[in-house]
């Protein structure tokens, strides 16, 4: 999957206000939940894999140790890119009409 550095920048852009929003909206940071986490006994667990997880996920380029089969980002991609592209097809934008040449309804899981 090529991606140009403009998508590039806007993905890495997106992701980082996201983390300022959510640093910004709580009462403590999230440092602090993620410390908070560590002292029940399944987070203990739990959020050491999700950061690990991520680490792969964002540092294997070529897939050589998180398949994409286990790659639980790559997943929710791959399920949000397949609906995105129904919606696409549904709605028949590239003209910019936004509606549908037989108007039936989908319904998308």
Do not use: Q
């Amino acid at each position: 999957m090529e991606t140009s550095n403009k998508e590039a920048l806007l993905k890495w852009g997106a992701l980082a206000l996201g983390v300022i929003a959510l640093e910004c909206i709580g009462t403590e940071s999230l440092t602090y939940y993620a410390h908070k986490g560590m002292e029940h006994p399944i987070g203990r667990w739990i959020i050491p894999a999700a950061i690990g997880i991520t680490a792969m996920h964002l540092m294997d380029r070529d897939h050589d140790i998180l398949p994409e089969s286990i790659d639980a980002y790559h997943v929710i991609a791959k399920r949000l890119d397949r609906r995105v592209r129904i919606l696409e097809n549904v709605l028949e934008l590239p003209n910019g009409s936004g509606s549908s040449a037989n108007n039936i309804p989908v319904k998308l899981r």
